[in-house]
């Protein structure tokens, strides 16, 4: 039973083995508490370090030679240090584009696999910009989406996803590993299993699983993956993506976007596409090269802290959220809208109340606690243990109580600013 005062909480961070990974991160406001959940991670100061380096000697005095000096290699490299997350061998991964543009272009992998199959299986709770593009793709190519529907934004039935699938019908299962707005996390190997058994194949969003919890794609035999490395890998704003092709995987599938860097010989220049015999096949054009390997350092400091430990830190403080929540705020109305069960929740926590958007608002401009807000009403804390302290979790809740207590949401207006 945790005690609700600051110095149980400053306790448990004066022996967090993991503490001494903050003074990696630039910090540069003390009083901030920053639980944003997690659509941006914070700067590693070795970031800084790296973007200058390359900047001033790669790029400023090797110019072109850059590319033959490592760049080329880089999105393949990287790939396999983000596979060590993943649970998948190193030439399973490649970093490239962005998030979406990777899933649009495995969706259509899938789908060309299966050609004679007519059903793309998703959730109504799924990410937009899956959701979006998936829209897209039964449009020009004439496809079918079942929405399966959790019942409600917390719980997400796995019977009503296994129920949709239409066997010799289904091509493709796709959902967002960890839900964006509860963090409810789905069961990888089961619905892996479900989907294998009825001939499709499964595309998983990790976009809020990379970095946040285990992962085991080799093990759970998962055939696709993508996500960012912009939140959890704390990679910087808009660098870019990762996508994962099983090994077995790989030469069957083509790239619908056959650009140059997925060409097998690229240097040969040939005018006929012929698809690189790898994982490479599914680059399209020339790497964010700074971004890139800014987004290295995030990865680099993941690694070394080792993602078990980081999700056993997770859970403790998700736990001591929730627990204060229970004592400060279920009072005031407001309700857990992330599973209760950390087996099955990420490493954000979701806490809804009507006013769900002026709490939020009120938080960032007069508590100088920075969390982000879901609609309908989900305020999302998201713990990245590698630099939050049990202290930012108690500071968090307790402002939020004065928030609710001396209701100071009251006089912010109902509507919503542009980046939430
Ligand atoms: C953040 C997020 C994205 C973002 O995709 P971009 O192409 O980087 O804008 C996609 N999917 C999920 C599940 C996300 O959480």
Avoid at 254 to 267: E, S
Avoid at 271 to 286: E, L, M, N
Avoid at 350 to 366: K, M, N, T
Wanted: overall charge negative; hydrophobic content about 40%.
């Amino acid at each position: 039973m945790p005690s609700f005062d600051l110095q149980y909480a400053r306790a448990l961070d004066a022996r967090d083995p993991l503490a001494k990974f903050r003074d990696e991160f630039a910090i540069d406001d003390a009083d901030a508490i920053y639980m944003d959940g997690n659509s941006l991670g914070r700067l590693p100061k070795r970031a800084m370090a790296r973007v200058r380096e390359v900047v001033e000697n790669e790029w400023g005095k090797r110019l072109v030679r850059g590319w033959g000096e490592g760049w080329m290699d880089a999105p393949a490299r990287l790939g396999g240090k983000i596979a060590q997350l993943l649970g998948a061998q190193s030439a399973e991964v490649l970093v490239a584009d962005s998030t979406s543009v990777n899933f649009y272009k495995l969706a259509n992998a899938a789908l060309d696999a299966r050609p004679t199959r007519n059903q793309i299986v998703t959730e109504t709770v799924n990410f937009p910009t899956d959701s979006y593009i998936l829209q897209g793709i039964a449009r020009t190519r004439g496809k079918t989406i079942t929405y399966a529907a959790p019942q409600n934004d917390v719980a997400i039935s796995m019977d009503a996803i296994v129920h949709a699938i239409e066997k010799n019908n289904c091509a493709l299962v796709t959902l967002t590993h960890t839900a964006f707005k509860s963090g409810a996390v789905y069961d990888m190997r089961a619905l892996t299993q479900a989907a294998h058994d009825a001939g499709a194949l499964v595309l998983w969003d990790l976009s809020h699983s990379v970095g946040s919890i285990p992962l085991y794609l080799n093990d759970c035999n998962a055939d696709l993956a993508v996500g960012c490395t912009y939140k959890y890998l704390n990679g910087g704003p808009g660098a870019p993506a990762f996508l994962y092709v099983r090994r077995d995987l790989q030469n069957e599938l083509l790239n619908p976007i056959q650009g140059w860097f997925g060409q097998k010989n690229q240097f040969a220049m040939d005018f006929d596409y012929a698809p690189a015999q790898s994982i490479t096949r599914f680059g399209v054009g020339t790497p964010p090269m700074l971004s890139l390997l800014a987004m290295e350092t995030g990865v680099d400091l993941l690694l070394e802290a080792g993602m078990k430990n980081l999700r056993a830190k997770s859970i403790q403080q998700s736990e001591f959220l929730i627990a204060l929540w229970e004592e400060w705020l279920k009072p005031f109305g407001v309700t857990l809208n992330s599973p209760r069960d950390a087996n099955v929740r990420g490493s954000h926590v979701s806490l809804g109340h009507p006013d769900g958007l002026r709490i939020d608002r009120a938080l960032i401009e007069e508590m100088n606690v920075i969390p982000d807000f879901r609609p309908p009403d989900n305020i999302r804390f998201g713990i990245a243990p590698i630099y939050t302290r049990y202290e930012d979790v108690h500071h968090a809740m307790e402002r939020m109580r004065r928030v609710m207590q001396e209701q100071l949401y009251e006089k912010y207006p109902m509507e919503r600013p542009t980046v939430t």
